[in-house]
């Protein structure tokens, strides 16, 4: 089987309302969607993950123009050695950011045509799955301009409990203050028994930081994620262990070797690599052997279409627990549930929760059908 295609989709539909978080506007939802075709006729889908603020034109010009010509005519099952092929001759211009965001859509549906050769589901492949089915957490509570806060966040988190919803994360990053009484409100309103985690994008330093984690000791939240800039690896060394919250990052750290430093230095408690953003499926395995290692534990980030939703539920499924023990605690999935025109009908609303889980596919690859109809409708290079 050799591949005799490789195709880059950027969609990109624009939101009828925007909204916000610590970073600015996001004004519409978008991916770079890979599309690997081979003589055998079997297709495979990855997916290059597009951050709120992020055109998928970048990744796709390293695809086009970088690694479509070294692909060509290459074994789809040398995925291995395609990977360090890639990032070795995008080594001198990039090593993280996007290379290696699009290195992952490549790697991605490289395993979906694997997947498919051999008619086993990509957790088949890479070692076994620990579980059937994943704790999914609603990803939300982004913010509009005529809304009203925190009376608005109040009733979505309602709605994500009604839906069965066990966990939920919020959006902070808008000032300590402000932040400190949100969360507050929110888990007064929903009670003890519900996970919350908080997410303030990279909008504090290391002095405000500690006051968020301090002051909201007393509100039980599972993790506190990104509370610095990605660069700020010592930063998070000091504010790690001053409360009884998790700290988690790592969605803007990229592979194994950005991930090292962070491992060695024990400088997180949760490490949150995107399968779609750092690496894909061969370069996301090693990440989590290192972090099994170091006895870090792993809840990847996923933010994507249906495509990546459904190639992170694979990889979550080959996830150990940190340690294996009688009663583990086991990985989660974010589930986005903000607004996003194409994310469901990418896949044919082929992933929804049922009684509070998500069921791991065992269908062939990815393990869901892709609608090529929603890629040309929404595609815009």
Same mark, same amino acid.
């Given at each position: 089987?050799?591949?005799?295609?490789?195709?880059?989709?950027?969609?990109?539909?624009?939101?009828?309302?925007?909204?916000?978080?610590?970073?600015?506007?996001?004004?519409?939802?978008?991916?770079?969607?890979?599309?690997?075709?081979?003589?055998?006729?079997?297709?495979?889908?990855?997916?290059?993950?597009?951050?709120?603020?992020?055109?998928?034109?970048?990744? @796709? $010009?390293?695809?086009?123009?970088?690694? *479509?010509?070294?692909?060509?005519?290459?074994?789809? /099952?040398?995925? =291995?050695? &395609?990977?360090?092929?890639?990032?070795?001759?995008?080594?001198?211009?990039?090593?993280?950011?996007?290379?290696?965001?699009?290195?992952?859509?490549?790697?991605?549906?490289?395993?979906?045509?694997?997947?498919?050769?051999?008619?086993?589901?990509?957790?088949?492949?890479?070692?076994?799955?620990?579980?059937?089915?994943?704790?999914?957490?609603?990803?939300?509570?982004?913010?509009?301009?005529?809304?009203?806060?925190?009376?608005?966040?109040?009733?979505?988190?309602?709605?994500?409990?009604?839906?069965?919803?066990?966990?939920?994360?919020?959006?902070?990053?808008?000032?300590?203050?402000?932040?400190?009484?949100?969360?507050?409100?929110?888990?007064?309103?929903?009670?003890?028994?519900?996970?919350?985690?908080?997410?303030?994008?990279?909008?504090?330093? @290391? $002095?405000?930081?500690?006051?968020?984690? *301090?002051?909201?000791?007393?509100?039980?939240?599972? /993790?506190?994620? =990104?509370? &610095?800039?990605?660069?700020?690896?010592?930063?998070?060394?000091?504010?790690?262990?001053?409360?009884?919250?998790?700290?988690?990052?790592?969605?803007?750290?990229?592979?194994?070797?950005?991930?090292?430093?962070?491992?060695?230095?024990?400088?997180?408690?949760?490490?949150?690599?995107?399968?779609?953003?750092?690496?894909?499926?061969?370069?996301?395995?090693?990440?989590?052997?290192?972090?099994?290692?170091?006895?870090?534990?792993?809840?990847?980030?996923?933010?994507?279409?249906?495509?990546?939703?459904?190639?992170?539920?694979?990889?979550?499924?080959?996830?150990?627990?940190?340690?294996?023990?009688?009663?583990?605690?086991?990985?989660?999935?974010?589930?986005?549930?903000?607004?996003?025109?194409?994310?469901?009908?990418?896949?044919?609303?082929?992933?929804?929760?049922?009684?509070?889980?998500?069921?791991?596919?065992?269908?062939?690859?990815?393990?869901?059908?892709?609608?090529?109809?929603?890629?040309?409708?929404?595609?815009?290079?």
């Amino acid at each position: 089987m050799k591949i005799i295609n490789v195709i880059p989709h950027a969609i990109s539909v624009p939101l009828e309302t925007p909204f916000y978080f610590a970073q600015g506007w996001v004004k519409s939802r978008s991916s770079l969607i890979v599309e690997i075709v081979t003589d055998s006729g079997i297709t495979g889908w990855g997916e290059s993950l597009c951050h709120g603020l992020q055109t998928p034109h970048i990744a @796709a $010009a390293f695809i086009e123009h970088v690694f *479509k010509p070294m692909l060509i005519g290459r074994s789809p /099952f040398d995925v =291995e050695v &395609l990977w360090e092929e890639m990032y070795n001759v995008t080594r001198p211009y990039g090593q993280g950011g996007s290379a290696v965001n699009a290195i992952s859509g490549v790697d991605i549906a490289l395993w979906d045509v694997m997947g498919k050769a051999l008619n086993q589901p990509i957790h088949a492949l890479i070692g076994g799955a620990f579980r059937k089915e994943v704790t999914p957490y609603a990803t939300g509570f982004y913010r509009v301009a005529d809304g009203n806060y925190p009376q608005d966040a109040i009733a979505e988190a309602h709605r994500y409990v009604d839906a069965g919803f066990e966990a939920f994360k919020l959006k902070i990053g808008f000032g300590v203050e402000q932040d400190l009484e949100f969360m507050r409100s929110i888990r007064e309103a929903v009670g003890n028994d519900v996970k919350i985690m908080a997410d303030a994008n990279g909008a504090y330093n @290391a $002095a405000s930081a500690r006051r968020i984690i *301090k002051e909201s000791e007393d509100l039980n939240l599972y /993790f506190l994620e =990104e509370l &610095l800039a990605p660069e700020d690896m010592q930063g998070y060394q000091e504010i790690k262990n001053l409360s009884k919250t998790s700290i988690a990052a790592g969605e803007q750290i990229f592979g194994k070797m950005g991930y090292r430093p962070w491992l060695e230095s024990r400088a997180l408690d949760i490490i949150q690599p995107d399968l779609c953003s750092s690496g894909g499926i061969t370069e996301c395995k090693k990440i989590a052997a290192m972090a099994q290692a170091s006895h870090t534990m792993m809840i990847p980030h996923v933010w994507g279409s249906g495509i990546g939703i459904a190639a992170s539920l694979q990889f979550i499924a080959s996830l150990p627990s940190t340690p294996l023990s009688l009663n583990p605690i086991h990985p989660m999935l974010e589930f986005d549930q903000s607004s996003h025109p194409f994310r469901k009908d990418l896949i044919c609303d082929g992933i929804k929760m049922v009684n509070g889980k998500v069921q791991i596919s065992t269908e062939p690859g990815i393990g869901v059908e892709v609608n090529r109809d929603i890629i040309n409708q929404y595609k815009v290079n």
